[in-house]
C-alpha cells in the first residue's frame, strides 16, 4: 500500500505505528503470502490470546493451500490447539465489489483438492454458508467460545457472513482475537474486510483494539489483528442452546456431504441488540453414520 494510505489509516484510527510488524528487508521478490513478516505479525497475533480462551475453538477462514493454518498450528500445538479450517478449494465467490479489487469469482481455486495438513488441522470444504453453521453447532460454539479466528477469505460477504455465524451463536467473548488479512490500504480493500468488522462491532456491541499490523512491501493492503476489548452482547451466560446437540465424532477431514454431523436441531438465544431469528434446523442426512450411542440419544 502507499505510504499515504498507510498514514491516512494510522492517524484515522489511533493506531500507534509501533504496532507493526517489521518488514523483512532481506528478501525483496517475495509473494504478499510468504513474506516473513506476514508470519511474524500471525506469530505474535496468535500469541496474545488469553491463556483462558485457549481451550476455544481455533478457526481460519480461506486455507487455499494451507499455509497460514498449518504455520499457527504449529505454534499452537504446544498447548494442544484443533484448528478448523474453511475453503471451497474451488476459489472466492462472485462478488461485485470483489471484482474491483481483483478478487473475482474463481481466484485461488485449487479445483476442488485439499491441501495437505498438520494432524491438528480438520478441513471443511464447501461454502462458508453451508459449513460454518454446521461446525459450529456441532461443537456447541457457545460454550466453548472462540480463541483466534484468521480471516482470509478476502471479501466482505464471505468476511460479513463470518462474522455474522459467530456472533449470532455467542461464540465471540472479550479477549478473542481476530486476525485478519487484508484489513486495511486503498478505499476499495477498506470496503472488504474492514467493513464487515465494523459492521460486527456494531451489531455484537463489542469494542475492539489493534494488537499489530504488517504491511507487505509492494502491496495495497495490510493485515492486521484486533483483540475483543468487551463482552460482546451475544456472549456469555445470556445465551443458551435451546434444543440437544449430540456429540461428534471426530474426524480429521470434514467432506461437506453431511456425513457424521450430529447436531438434530439448534437454537440459539442471544441478548443481541435486535431479536434474531431462530437458525434453521440443522438435520443430520445421514443418520446411520452416527454412533450408536447417540443415535439413541436423539428426542423423539
Ligand atoms: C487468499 S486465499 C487464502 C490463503 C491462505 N490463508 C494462505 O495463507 O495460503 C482466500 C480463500 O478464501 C476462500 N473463500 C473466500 N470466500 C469463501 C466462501 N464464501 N466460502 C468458501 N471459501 C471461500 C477461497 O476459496 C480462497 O481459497
Redesign the pocket.
Known sequence: MSPSAKQKFLLAHNIPPALEVPPDDTKRSISA?TDASRLRHLAFAVDQVPPRLRHGLHL??????????NFLAAKTDAYGAVWDG????????SSGSGERVGWGAGV???HGSLPTVRTNVRLHA????ETVPRLLDAKHASTRGVAFV?L????Y??TA?VLEALGSRCALRKGTVLSF?ELFGTAAVLAHEYRALNEAAAKWQFKYEFISYAITRKSAYARAAVRITSRPQSAGSACRLAAPVLPCRPRNVYIDAGVNWCVIAATWECSAPEPLSPLAAIQVQHASALPRRAARARPP
Not at 481460519?60 to 493454518?69: D, M, Q, T, Y
Not at 464447501?126 to 454458508?129: E, K
Open positions: 503470502h481460519e477462514f480461506g486455507v487455499r493451500n494451507a499455509l497460514s493454518i474453511f475453503d471451497s478449494f474451488v476459489g472466492l465467490p485461488f481455486t485449487r464447501g461454502w462458508f454458508n484468521h482470509d477469505a478476502d471479501l460477504e464471505s457472513l488479512d
